[in-house]
């Protein structure tokens, strides 16, 4: 007698780490949803069940073709089901290009200051043999906006300085804080050159803090926070394996010891990133800008989503499985020809903070502009 066959188990279910069913990442997700002519800003809160409690539909490798329903909390409380291929839709097409989500600038509504903002007896600086001039610097400062969708955020100098320029000017001017340092330096250029910046800037604001309806962390207070409000440590468990595969980079002194003569002080960070699948990315880099540029290109090309949709829609109407593999920390083979060491944050461990790491092998950098 013929043995049965062996059921095939998803790659994506038997792969290590908090993977699980691609559509399972969904959970905590913030999405916007047309209604009518107006958005609502939805969040999914977990899968849908039916009368007997079981989970509604089922998962398939291709997205596309998946039938789970998720529950979605309306901005008035109310519970609709929704099925996961028109979420995943909704997020690809309210993203931007670079796949951060596009927001709209309804207004801005209040404002605060931190310690951290430039006092007006600090706001010029007189270089040596050369006329005073005023300090650029935004820090300290943050706005409260209304989005189009009738939410709210508070960002930012900074960011909305680059995204809604004009706005930010005339509400300083309205409320009388166009004098304090942080607006005076390139409020009035942006009032005198109102007409030429309005046809030259787009009136939209790509949310940084989010991708694919999920809140990107910034720090790892961000990430403990992020996944107990989610219900999970997808966050975490993606800190932890990236640590795990890069240490074989440092060298980790004890506490009070101190790196060879010759090593100089480096530093790095973590960034975090979002596939189109849910999977949480943390990569820790060098801080690239703290080094000299290099003379040959390290450009590395990547798919396109749209191309990525087009053999998901290929592969639905063929009924061919599809499946991914990521080739991991691949530098790690070079041994690095510079003599840097870093301090020890706390993605390094608890029990390693402030000790001193000596990096051994090649590690990836980024170019932070400031």
């Given amino acids: 007698m013929e043995a049965p066959p062996v059921p095939r188990t998803p790659l994506c279910c038997i792969l290590p780490g908090p993977r699980g069913p691609i559509t399972d990442t969904l959970i905590g997700a913030e999405v916007l949803l047309d209604q009518g002519e107006a958005e609502s800003l939805a969040k999914v809160v977990r899968r849908s069940v039916d009368e007997k409690g079981n989970l509604i539909g ?15 909390e309306m901005p008035d409380g109310t519970i ?13 097409r309210k993203s931007s ?30 270089p040596k043999g050369r006329k005073r001039r005023l300090r650029q610097s935004t820090r300290g400062w943050r706005l409260l906006v209304k989005w189009k969708n009738g939410t709210t955020q508070w960002l930012p100098l900074k960011e909305l300085k680059e995204s809604s320029p004009i706005e930010v000017a005339e509400y300083a001017t309205a409320k009388g804080i166009v004098n304090e340092p942080a607006f005076l330096w390139w409020c009035p250029y942006v009032l005198r050159k109102r007409d030429v910046i309005i046809s030259a800037v787009k009136a939209r604001y790509f949310k940084v803090t989010h991708k694919y309806g999920h809140e990107l962390p910034r720090s790892m207070a ?39 003569r010759g090593y100089t002080k480096s530093s790095g960070h973590l960034i975090w990133d979002l596939k189109m699948d849910g999977t949480r990315m943390s990569r820790w880099v060098k801080d690239g800008h703290k080094t000299p540029d290099i003379l040959t290109s390290s450009y590395a090309g990547v798919v396109s989503k749209e191309s990525i949709r087009i053999a998901l829609t290929y592969a639905a109407q063929h009924n061919i499985p599809v499946v991914a593999a990521d080739v991991r920390n691949a530098y790690l083979q070079a041994p690095t020809s510079e003599r840097h060491y870093v301090v020890c ?26």
């Fill in 58 to 72: 089922t998962y398939s490798e291709n997205p596309l073709v998946s039938t789970q329903v998720y529950d979605l």
């Fill in 80 to 92: 609709r089901e929704y099925g996961a291929n028109v979420i995943a839709e909704n997020m690809l």
């Fill in 97 to 126: 290009p670079e796949e951060l989500e596009v927001q709209e600038l309804d207004a801005i509504v209040d404002h605060r200051r931190d310690g951290d903002a430039l006092r007006r007896a600090d706001m010029y600086i007189k």
């Fill in 222 to 260: 961000d990430v403990a926070r992020i996944d107990k409000e989610n219900g999970n440590t997808l966050w975490q468990d993606s800190v932890k394996k990236e640590m795990t595969n890069i240490g074989i980079a440092f060298d980790i002194l004890e506490h009070g010891e101190e790196p060879p």
């Fill in 345 to 370: 944050g706390p993605e390094f461990g608890l029990e390693n903070v402030g000790k001193k790491a000596i990096i051994n092998w090649s590690v990836p950098a980024v170019l932070c502009v400031l």
